[in-house]
Nanobody, 123 residues
Framework: QVQLVESGGGLVQAGGSLRLSCAASGRTFSSYAMGWFRQAPGKEREFVASVTQSGASTYYAESVKGRFTISRDNAKNTVSLQMNSLKPEDTAVYYC????????????????WGKGTLVTVSS
């Protein structure tokens, strides 16, 4: 069993930055690929970024590539999302997710979800 708790959301102006963190409980954190999804008001949840178990490989949605960076620290059981050059269209609830493999995680069929943290980008 893995529990995921996100933090770091808030209100920021367009062009600003935020760093989201996800703290995971359990001893098996390093065995999971980790990722971030987001859900904007009135829209479906969408994939944002993912990282493999070792942290060696990452993948990003085209809409955030070059602006967001995902990273993980297996010693601390955390995964982070550094978000730069934020745009109003980045406004959403951001969810942390865990799955056995990155390919599975990116489809949305994850084993564990966090409860989400709200990011609001004002224009």
């Amino acid at each position: 069993q893995v529990q995921l708790v996100e933090s770091g959301g808030g209100l920021v102006q367009a062009g600003g930055s935020l760093r989201l963190s996800c703290a995971a409980s359990g001893r098996t954190f390093s065995s999971y690929a980790m990722g971030w999804f987001r859900q904007a008001p009135g829209k479906e949840r969408e994939f944002v970024a993912s990282v493999t178990q070792s942290g060696a490989s990452t993948y990003y949605a085209e809409s955030v590539k070059g602006r967001f960076t995902i990273s993980r620290d297996n010693a601390k059981n955390t995964v982070s999302l550094q978000m730069n050059s934020l745009k109003p269209e980045d406004t959403a609830v951001y969810y942390c997710a865990a799955a056995p493999r990155m390919a599975i995680l990116m489809t949305g069929y994850v084993d564990y979800w966090g409860k989400g943290t709200l990011v609001t980008v004002s224009s």
